[in-house]
């Protein structure tokens, strides 16, 4: 439950990064909110996430965070990434705003 919680701003972090693209082409339409959360993989988190959110965790990856496009799908429930794909995440990121 913790660990759900101290995620939250991930999942900030997340839809910041979805909305770079918007900003970047000033464009007025906002773009949909797609959460994900850091998820550890061991079954206590699976049932913790389970029993918060109704459905059990999907998995993506950095590439796949990075590859979303506004006019994709959401999704109803957060999706789950991993601690190291997060630091891949935000390593891509950071060197994407360096450029």
């Keep these: 439950m913790r660990a759900i919680r101290a995620f939250a701003a991930l999942a900030v972090a997340a ?17 949909p909110a797609r959460p994900v959360m850091v998820c550890a ?25 990075q590859a979303l496009r506004p006019t994709d799908p959401t999704w109803s429930t957060p999706r789950c990434i991993t601690a190291n794909e997060h630091a891949r995440l935000m390593n891509r990121s950071a060197n994407a705003r360096a450029r």
Aim: hydrophobic share 50%; charged share 20%.
């Design 41 to 65: 993989t061991d079954a206590a988190t699976r049932r913790a996430f389970t029993r918060e959110h109704g459905a059990a965790p999907v998995f993506i990856t950095a590439r796949e965070v």
């Design 15 to 31: 839809s910041a990064l979805s909305a770079v693209p918007a900003v970047a082409h000033e464009t007025a339409q906002a773009a």
